[in-house]
């Protein structure tokens, strides 16, 4: 994956095409040219054969300049870098910072890939490519452009994992407004991409992002809370707010046992790889069955210290 910053400086993440598919998308674009080139050369053939000899051989430099050096340059141009070839192969011609393509980016491609194409039958391009850490040819350093990939497999993992319940509104009274929009694409890319990293990297990726998460809003990572889960927790509490933000509902941190097990019993989600872990809710100090009035007490979950065996697991070991 290749880090481009644009002018606003914003970090794009864009996948530079590779050799074989380039390589393809360049045979597509020369057997269509070559089928126009011989398709104007018949025309021309039979309508000038009258003319004499030297008008002949000027038209037909004429079409072959025009053809298979002008056409790619304004094809390039007008689908801002996108040729019948690209098209097919899910590719396209970008700016170094990621911006469309223009008239001259696109002429200096067409007129270098005359001679490191055409003359060279591609040898000086591949070389080229091989050499360069983005796979550009001399056609792209010299016009400053870059041949990325449109058509990027979707990922799968693409679900941030809910907390346990025993986190839930735990983090109700953090102050997130100081929490950068970087730090929080961060975390929700660690999240939803966690399982596939290897245990001892993805810990200490999450204890990472915790520790700047807990910088940024003032207050520490609870003790025995996993930086997995407190992460999860976290992201959980700003959605809950943004919800209520914008729809004026309650909050959505508070956990649904519906489908769940009975009232008080938690399964932990496969995201986080923890065997089913029992939290069952507990009265609160001080309140009874039945109150003054008539009205009766309500159980509450108490937010208490959950035993290290018993903790639901964030499906990553602590470093040996």
């Keep these: 994956m290749s880090e481009l910053v644009t002018g606003e400086a914003v970090a794009l993440e864009l996948r530079p095409a590779r050799l074989p598919s380039r390589a ?10 070559m089928a126009v080139y011989v398709v104007v050369t018949i025309v021309l053939v039979t309508s000038t054969a009258s003319l004499d000899e030297a008008a002949q051989t000027a038209l037909s430099i004429a079409t072959f300049v025009l053809v298979l050096v002008g056409a790619p340059i304004a094809v390039e141009t007008l689908s801002h870098g996108r040729s019948l070839g690209k098209m097919a192969c899910g590719l396209r011609v970008v700016r170094d910072d990621g911006g469309p393509i223009r008239f001259r980016h696109a002429l200096v491609r067409g007129l270098i890939g005359v001679i ?14 091989f050499v360069s ?7 792209d350093v010299f016009a400053g ?14 679900f941030v994992p809910p907390p346990p319940p025993w986190l839930a509104g735990r983090f109700s009274g953090l102050d997130l407004s100081a929490v950068p929009d970087g730090l929080w694409l961060a975390v929700r890319q660690y999240l939803t991409r966690m399982q596939q990293l290897d245990p001892q990297v993805g810990w200490s990726m999450a204890e990472r992002l ?6 940024r809003t003032g207050a520490p990572v609870p003790q025995g809370v996993p930086p997995a889960a407190y992460l999860a927790a976290v992201v959980q509490e700003r959605q809950a707010r943004e919800s209520r933000r914008a729809f004026g509902r309650g909050s959505a941190s508070s956990p649904d046992p519906a489908g769940e ?47 290290e065996d018993d903790r639901p697991g964030t499906g990553f070991v602590p470093p040996a």
């Design 145 to 158: 452009t870059l041949v990325v990939r449109e058509r990027i497999p979707v990922a799968r993992t693409g």
């Design 116 to 129: 490191e194409i055409l003359m060279t039958f591609g040898v000086v391009a591949c070389i080229a490519s």
């Design 24 to 33: 393809l998308a360049v045979l597509l674009d020369l057997v269509a040219a």
């Design 210 to 215: 915790a520790s700047d998460l807990a910088e």
């Design 261 to 307: 097990g009975p009232p008080g019993v938690y399964k932990a989600p496969a995201a986080y790889g923890a065997p089913a872990a029992d939290v069952s809710p507990v009265v609160a100090p001080g309140a009874a069955s039945e109150s003054s009035g008539g009205r009766r007490s309500v159980e509450v979950p108490e937010m208490r210290e959950v035993p």
């Design 133 to 139: 850490a983005r796979g550009r040819r001399l056609g």
